[in-house]
């Protein structure tokens, strides 16, 4: 895989598995550094971490002694050895699709309840009205509120949702973006709703 940006996010996702810690919360990020201290007796700080899986904002471009150590983590000699190993793998590139995850609104029946999250801590249920539609059936942490209505094609782990025909409150419809800081973490169905 050419896209440094794809092996990182896959790289995220092996110490996540690795560490059996989804890095949601704060202390999901205390726990892995103590996890990858633990383990290979290299130090990465918090703030670090929280960087890497866009938590907190920070820079863009992450060194490479630091990929080292997240790949030592996940069983590789360094970062060059995880990209060209597994990053590169005919397996991996077949199964990318497992990484990001994706939900089609077409594929979505009317009436479905959608979960997403977002970090930090953020959490949508919405209403699929149909045809892409749907409606704000619960928010936490979010300034998207219940009973908000947008638009949205399809949803992926790891990029932003961008809400298209945004209607807040009666006011004006207009564009507005969710998950901007590592996009979104967690997509699934919950239940079928009444309508």
């Not at 979960?115 to 998207?144: A, C, D, F």
């Not at 094609?153 to 207009?174: A, K, M, R, T």
Request: charged letters at 25%; a negative charge; proline letters at 3%.
């Amino acid at each position: 895989m050419k896209d440094p940006d794809q092996n990182i996010a896959l790289l995220r996702a092996l110490v996540e598995e690795s560490s059996n810690c989804k890095a949601v919360t704060s202390n999901d990020f205390i726990y892995m550094a103590g996890a990858i201290q633990g383990r290979i007796n290299k130090h990465l700080g918090v703030s670090t971490l929280k960087r890497i899986w866009g938590y907190i904002e920070g820079y863009k471009s992450v060194r490479e002694s630091t990929l080292d150590i997240l790949a030592q983590f996940v069983g590789y000699p360094d970062y060059e050895t995880f990209v060209s190993d597994y990053c590169d793998s005919e397996a991996v590139r077949s199964s990318h699709r497992v990484v990001t995850q994706a939900c089609v609104s077409s594929d979505i029946p009317q009436g479905t309840l959608v979960e997403i999250t977002w970090n930090p801590n953020r959490r949508l249920v919405l209403l699929h009205k149909g045809k892409g539609r749907y409606q704000v059936k619960s928010s936490m942490h979010s300034k998207v509120a219940v009973d908000d209505s947008f638009e949205a094609q399809s949803f992926i782990i790891g990029q932003p949702l961008v809400l298209s025909n945004y209607i807040h409150n009666d006011e004006e419809p207009c564009c507005f973006i969710v998950g901007n800081k590592g996009g979104l973490t967690t997509i699934k169905m919950v239940e079928s709703g009444d309508d």
